[in-house]
């Protein structure tokens, strides 16, 4: 690969390892990371059980890792010997937001302890490191959250406290004023986790996928419309998505790309698209088994070469620690709508097609399409039976998606009907299982009877045995008894005699 021409030399949708020049910076996982003006800096992480604090920059066109060296902010406190303190200390599982001319790094694991978020950040101009004065309803001090532009706040959900305790709270950081709150929301919010992703879709719905607790991984999509300040939990079409955690996410327009994750077990080879107007899950491209990309703790960032939309991650663990930068160059998008969405019948027909797949509460939850019914942009010149035959075809495929929504009501029908026949056997199947269930438990104790009663018999065969023995023995005493008597009567008769004889022969 030709350095000063790779972009070009890139195949869409695929995973390349680009060749670094130079020295590389240690290979770490649950490390922040952002990319400002084609340079991808990464902040901390771990490796081997140690935090790390170094900021490293990759340039994108040079393909060349350095240093940033940090200093201190005028008129900071340093009360400890400033030759031993660093600038920003070792952290891990943190997030990082690029805001005006700084990075600002929120939260994350140190040794360091705090009772509140801490949020550091750096100047991109001077170097300059800090700590930025924040006031209002300050989170807990936690590690593995999410954070989430929208507009000029921050939003943050989540994550593990410093005594492991999970969190399932959204804070909200105003960077106008520095100023922290809590957010009240209503209905049911996901389950307390770490680990997972978060994506803001129209600066108004906050999306939450997948992460963990400590002992299950997790798939599911979570909304909070930042508006209504309620959460759903959305019906997703599209490819099936396995549960993982430490996966990397970010969005590019209205799709959302999730790589790498993890269950402590397999890494996912999978790098998953989500398109956040249709809430439909596909997937992109299929790494290799051991792949350095199927790891957790990686991280994943969008930039544009020469004006190409290109996915960038770097590190993560997957038994092995990484270090490789690897990209994605994206395939463009038509970001133009397509002609049906240019008549507003035909919008309202495309609407209903997506409303046959919609949320559980999509009036409150359905992603606004954008419609532009702009037509300043058509020529004055265009000559009207062109016109003529635009509308024509409008109308054509007005009438297509109009079969279209016929045929998924119907399809709707038949499911409907499969569900409550699927609810009956249901029903009848759990009426057997229960008589089943009662049967078997009169069976149970028929079997503890008769236990019982088997028992008690051997109990009384040992004593049958035991009484036959006496009686042998008992046999045996009489038997000699009565050979002893026999031979003590025969003696007697025998000297009997011998008197008789003397006294006769007298």
Same mark, same amino acid.
Not at 164 to 170: G, I, M, Y
């Given at each position: 690969m030709d350095i000063s021409s790779w972009p070009s030399d890139l195949a869409y949708e695929q995973w390349v390892a680009l060749p670094v020049s130079g020295a590389r910076p240690s290979a770490r996982y649950k490390h922040a990371a952002a990319v400002v003006d084609e340079k991808l800096y990464i902040s901390g992480g771990s490796r081997n059980v140690r935090y790390l604090s170094d900021i490293q920059v990759f340039d994108l066109r040079s393909l060349t890792w350095s240093l940033l060296k940090l200093k201190f902010e005028p008129n900071a406190d340093k009360s400890e010997d400033s030759g031993l303190q660093e600038v920003l200390p070792g952290t891990s599982d943190h997030s990082m937001i690029k805001w005006e001319n700084k990075l600002l790094l929120l939260g994350g694991h140190s040794k360091k302890s705090s009772d509140a978020m801490i949020v550091h950040f750096i100047n991109l101009e001077t170097h300059f490191s800090g700590v930025m004065e924040t006031s209002g309803k300050l989170p807990v001090a936690r590690g593995g959250h999410s954070v989430t532009l929208v507009g000029s706040k921050l939003i943050v959900f989540g994550g593990e406290d410093r005594?492991?305790?999970?969190?399932?709270?959204?804070?909200?950081?105003?960077?106008?004023?520095?100023?922290?709150?809590?957010?009240?929301?209503?209905?049911?919010?996901?389950?307390?986790?770490?680990?997972?992703?978060?994506?803001?879709?129209?600066?108004?719905?906050?999306l939450i996928f997948g992460g963990c607790s400590h002992s299950i991984f997790?798939?599911?999509?979570?909304?909070?419309?930042?508006?209504?300040?309620?959460?759903?939990?959305?019906?997703?079409?599209?490819?099936?998505?396995?549960?993982? @955690?430490?996966? /990397?996410?970010?969005?590019?327009?209205?799709?959302?790309?999730?790589?790498?994750?993890?269950? !402590?077990? =397999? #890494?996912?080879?999978e790098t998953l698209a989500l398109n956040m107007s249709k809430l439909v899950w596909s997937t992109l491209t299929t790494l290799k088994e051991r792949h350095p990309l199927a790891s957790e703790g990686l991280s994943v960032c969008s930039?544009?070469?020469?004006?190409?939309?290109?996915?960038?991650?770097?590190?993560?663990?997957?038994?092995?620690?990484?270090?490789?930068?690897?990209?994605?160059?994206?395939?463009?998008?038509?970001?133009?709508?397509?002609?049906?969405?240019?008549?507003?019948?035909?919008?309202?027909?495309?609407?209903?097609?997506? @409303?046959?797949? /919609?949320?559980?509460?999509?009036?409150?939850?359905?992603?606004?399409?954008?419609?532009?019914? !702009?037509? =300043? #942009?058509?020529?004055?010149n265009v000559p009207k039976k062109d016109i003529n035959i635009e509308i024509e075809a409008i109308k054509e495929e007005k009438?297509?998606?109009e079969l279209s929504i016929e045929e998924v009501r119907a399809e709707n029908s038949r499911l409907r009907e499969k569900i409550d026949e699927l609810n009956c056997n249901h029903t009848e199947l759990s009426k057997e299982l229960q008589s089943v269930q009662g049967q078997l438990i009169s069976e149970r104790s028929r079997c503890f009877k008769l236990e019982a009663q088997i028992a008690e018999l051997q109990k009384m065969l040992e004593s049958l045995q035991t009484i036959e023995k006496e009686v042998q023995i008992l046999g045996r005493q009489k038997s000699a008894l009565e050979q002893e008597m026999e031979l003590s009567a025969a003696q007697r008769q025998g000297s009997g005699g011998v008197w008789r004889w003397i006294a006769g022969g007298a």
């Amino acid at each position: 690969m030709d350095i000063s021409s790779w972009p070009s030399d890139l195949a869409y949708e695929q995973w390349v390892a680009l060749p670094v020049s130079g020295a590389r910076p240690s290979a770490r996982y649950k490390h922040a990371a952002a990319v400002v003006d084609e340079k991808l800096y990464i902040s901390g992480g771990s490796r081997n059980v140690r935090y790390l604090s170094d900021i490293q920059v990759f340039d994108l066109r040079s393909l060349t890792w350095s240093l940033l060296k940090l200093k201190f902010e005028p008129n900071a406190d340093k009360s400890e010997d400033s030759g031993l303190q660093e600038v920003l200390p070792g952290t891990s599982d943190h997030s990082m937001i690029k805001w005006e001319n700084k990075l600002l790094l929120l939260g994350g694991h140190s040794k360091k302890s705090s009772d509140a978020m801490i949020v550091h950040f750096i100047n991109l101009e001077t170097h300059f490191s800090g700590v930025m004065e924040t006031s209002g309803k300050l989170p807990v001090a936690r590690g593995g959250h999410s954070v989430t532009l929208v507009g000029s706040k921050l939003i943050v959900f989540g994550g593990e406290d410093r005594s492991r305790k999970l969190l399932n709270d959204v804070h909200v950081l105003d960077l106008e004023t520095m100023t922290w709150s809590v957010v009240e929301a209503m209905q049911t919010p996901p389950a307390p986790r770490f680990d997972h992703s978060a994506a803001v879709h129209a600066e108004r719905y906050l999306l939450i996928f997948g992460g963990c607790s400590h002992s299950i991984f997790f798939n599911d999509l979570h909304i909070l419309d930042l508006q209504t300040m309620e959460w759903s939990q959305p019906q997703i079409q599209g490819d099936l998505v396995s549960p993982r @955690a430490g996966h /990397a996410g970010i969005s590019v327009d209205e799709i959302w790309y999730i790589v790498g994750g993890g269950d !402590n077990r =397999n #890494g996912c080879l999978e790098t998953l698209a989500l398109n956040m107007s249709k809430l439909v899950w596909s997937t992109l491209t299929t790494l290799k088994e051991r792949h350095p990309l199927a790891s957790e703790g990686l991280s994943v960032c969008s930039a544009v070469i020469d004006g190409e939309k290109h996915l960038v991650a770097f590190g993560g663990y997957n038994g092995k620690y990484n270090n490789e930068v690897y990209v994605m160059k994206l395939k463009p998008r038509d970001s133009s709508h397509p002609k049906i969405f240019q008549s507003p019948a035909a919008a309202a027909a495309a609407a209903s097609v997506t @409303a046959a797949y /919609a949320l559980a509460k999509s009036e409150k939850l359905d992603f606004p399409q954008i419609i532009d019914l !702009n037509f =300043n #942009g058509v020529e004055n010149n265009v000559p009207k039976k062109d016109i003529n035959i635009e509308i024509e075809a409008i109308k054509e495929e007005k009438k297509a998606l109009e079969l279209s929504i016929e045929e998924v009501r119907a399809e709707n029908s038949r499911l409907r009907e499969k569900i409550d026949e699927l609810n009956c056997n249901h029903t009848e199947l759990s009426k057997e299982l229960q008589s089943v269930q009662g049967q078997l438990i009169s069976e149970r104790s028929r079997c503890f009877k008769l236990e019982a009663q088997i028992a008690e018999l051997q109990k009384m065969l040992e004593s049958l045995q035991t009484i036959e023995k006496e009686v042998q023995i008992l046999g045996r005493q009489k038997s000699a008894l009565e050979q002893e008597m026999e031979l003590s009567a025969a003696q007697r008769q025998g000297s009997g005699g011998v008197w008789r004889w003397i006294a006769g022969g007298a």
